[in-house]
Nanobody, 121 residues
């Protein structure tokens, strides 16, 4: 029903910035919460930031003050602006979308394919 396309990952030096994008496509759906999770090799996937349909945000303590999550409801797209990047931010970043389907009348969730962010010293 919904497909996600992520972009914006890459290699950046410590202190630099990157902007991740995740665009959702699909019909007869209402997007609820959107968010970004990240996973480093050998570690569990963890929440980085989330944003509700009303625009309320939540951040992991490790990224608070450095990352900013935003969304464009018309484009069904969520963004993650990453500033003052640190080597410990290196991970695969996964977009996550929670949505309601007016076809099945149930809440569903979908994950993006992941985009790699590498921060060098």
């Amino acid at each position: 029903q919904v497909q996600l396309v992520e972009s914006g990952g890459g290699l950046v030096q410590a202190g630099g910035s990157l902007r991740l994008s995740c665009a959702a496509s699909g019909s007869r759906v209402s997007i609820n919460a959107m968010g970004w999770f990240r996973q480093a090799p050998g570690k569990q996937r963890e929440l980085a930031a989330t944003i509700t349909s009303g625009g309320r945000t939540n951040y992991a303590d490790s990224v608070k003050g450095r990352f900013t999550i935003s969304r464009d409801n018309a484009k069904k797209t969520v963004y993650l602006e990453m500033n003052s990047l640190k080597p410990e931010d290196t991970a695969v970043y996964y977009c996550h979308v929670d949505y309601f389907s007016s076809v099945t009348w149930i809440n569903l969730e979908v994950w993006g394919q992941g985009t790699l962010v590498t921060v060098s010293s």
